[in-house]
Every structure is written in C-alpha cells, then in structure tokens.
C-alpha cells in the first residue's frame, strides 16, 4: 500500500520560512514533486526531482518559488523535503506531496493528504 505522509506545514509571517517532509512508503520511486492549491486555484506543480540511484538528474521548480524553495530528498529516510525561505503571503495553500514509479517531470501516480501552509502579511 502506497502512503505519502507529509508535515510541517502551519502558521509563519511573511519573510519567514517552513520546511516540509514527505514519508514515501509501499513503493520504490524515481520521482517526486510538491504541489499546491490555494483556494479557487488550480493546483500547480511547486518543485519535483527525479532520479536514479542516489544521483538526482532533473530538478523542477516554479518561477514563482525558485531562489527560496529548496527541494531535496533522503534515501536513507525515504524522505523529501521543501525548504520554503522568504515566504509570502501568496505561498498560502494546501501543499500536496506526490509520487509517481516513473521517471518524469510531473509525478503524479499517487497523493499526500496535504498540509496547510498559511502565509501572514
């Protein structure tokens, strides 16, 4: 059975920063992203990494996060994270971790249940 548990999300003011965690379990994965959706939006692809082995070869991020959003991932843990610096109050959402066994760039196979991430001005 495939579970993707994620944490860290909560309450921060703007400029501060957050880092979420992705526990990926049931499966053995070769991508992995962070999605989010504000309410009345679409949910939009964040960041997401693929890879082989221990090597990471594709790196995704928005235009909207690049210099302060860090994606990156432990083996050993079955674990990636999102270092989220500089926050604004626009990065308010539901941030979704996803998986896919697929090497791509839009891992979507399966679903986190999402963690709040409110943004204060």
Not at 18 to 23: A, D, K, N, T
Not at 37 to 59: F, L
Not at 68 to 89: E, G, H, I
Not at 114 to 119: A, C, F, I, L, R
Request: aromatic content about 10%; hydrophobic content about 35%.
């Amino acid at each position: 059975q495939v579970q993707l548990v994620e944490s860290g999300g909560g309450l921060v003011q703007a400029g501060g920063s957050l880092r979420l965690s992705c526990v990926a379990s049931g499966r053995t994965f070769s991508s992995m992203g962070w999605f989010r959706q504000a309410p009345g939006k679409e949910r939009e692809r964040v960041a997401a990494i693929s890879w082989r082995a221990v090597t990471t070869y594709y790196a995704y991020y928005a235009d909207s996060v690049k210099g302060r959003f860090t994606m990156s991932r432990d083996n050993a843990k079955n674990t990636v994270y999102l270092q989220m610096n500089s926050l604004k109050p626009e990065d308010t959402a539901v941030y979704y971790c996803a998986a896919s066994e697929k090497s791509t760039s839009m891992p979507q196979d399966h679903w986190g249940q999402g963690t709040q991430v409110t943004v204060s001005s």
